[in-house]
């Protein structure tokens, strides 16, 4: 018995990560071709029928791409959102949807064993109206596992903070540099979504965060294992996304999370919880 996890890849270029037990499997998010899902599943020894669903915390491309989409209508797997973000991933792909089984939920279910809730996160622009992230629950060994998944967002306030407290497993966006996005060329306007509170996170507020859960977690394994994801490619480097991280955890007397950055194209180590 065992709950696994594993960040196929994120940032601008496609984010994916699959979360699978004994019984069943799920995707969230829908950001890779086809052919890098069939070819990455299948190293992580998962088939495509084993996939309940795929989770989609929003209808931006990176999440959900139309070669994803071929994905899951080959294999036959139900998208799993809310109502609003599947109305936003309609306006963009309507006749691919419309052959897709869907689920929609208000906020809280169970697929197999593992139970899923969601909640709002703070990243909206004029394409997009809802964005989602998500916590996952497996019972192993007679005690609750937990898994919480907040990319793309531009802020984080106490009700994301409160749904993410005792996390075995954090994805959490580190998006930018503040230096580093402010003297880049993008556009002014892109510059300021990016920084507005329904953008991007940005290397500090993401650490911060981590500590804030860290301090107002009741359990001695919690965020035992944080990855930084959504590194912008532009904006940010790997390596100045865990600097940061490690030295406000320092500040903050932390050190015994387990530190990863997600990396675009490339799958993470698989945390194996058993
Ligand atoms: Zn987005």
């Not at 139970?115 to 992230?133: M, P």
Request: glycine share 4%.
């Amino acid at each position: 018995m065992s709950l696994n996890f594993c960040v196929l890849s994120s940032g601008s270029s496609g984010n994916c990560s699959v979360i699978w037990t004994d019984k069943t499997a799920i995707l969230i998010d829908l950001g890779c071709s086809s052919k890098y899902l069939t070819e990455n599943l299948d190293i992580l020894g998962i088939s495509p029928q084993k996939l309940e669903a795929v989770m989609i915390t929003h209808a931006h491309m990176d999440h959900i791409s139309a070669s994803g989409f071929n994905f899951i209508a080959k294999n036959n797997i139900p998208i799993c959102t809310h109502e609003n973000v599947l109305k936003d991933i309609s306006k963009k792909y309507g006749d691919k949807i419309e052959k897709c089984a869907n689920i929609t939920f208000s906020k809280n279910f169970e697929l197999k064993d593992l139970a899923i809730e969601s909640f709002d996160v703070h990243h909206k622009d004029r394409n997009i109206s809802k964005t989602l992230g998500f916590t996952f629950f497996h019972f192993l060994n007679k005690r609750q596992y937990k898994i919480g998944y907040i990319t793309d967002t531009g802020k984080i306030c106490d009700k994301i903070i409160a749904n993410l407290i005792n996390t075995n497993i954090l994805v959490i966006e580190s998006n930018y540099n503040r230096m580093m996005l402010e003297a880049s060329l993008r556009p002014y306007d892109n510059k300021a979504w990016i920084l507005s509170d329904n953008g991007h996170l940005s290397n500090e507020c993401a650490a911060m965060a981590v500590c804030k859960i860290k301090k107002l977690s009741t359990k001695a394994d919690s965020l035992k294992y944080v990855f930084l994801a959504h590194i912008s490619h532009h904006n940010n480097m790997q390596d100045l996304a865990l600097k940061t991280a490690r030295e406000i955890f320092s500040q903050n007397n932390i050190n015994d999370i387990k530190l990863f950055t997600a990396k675009r194209k490339q799958k993470s180590p698989t945390i194996r919880i058993k």
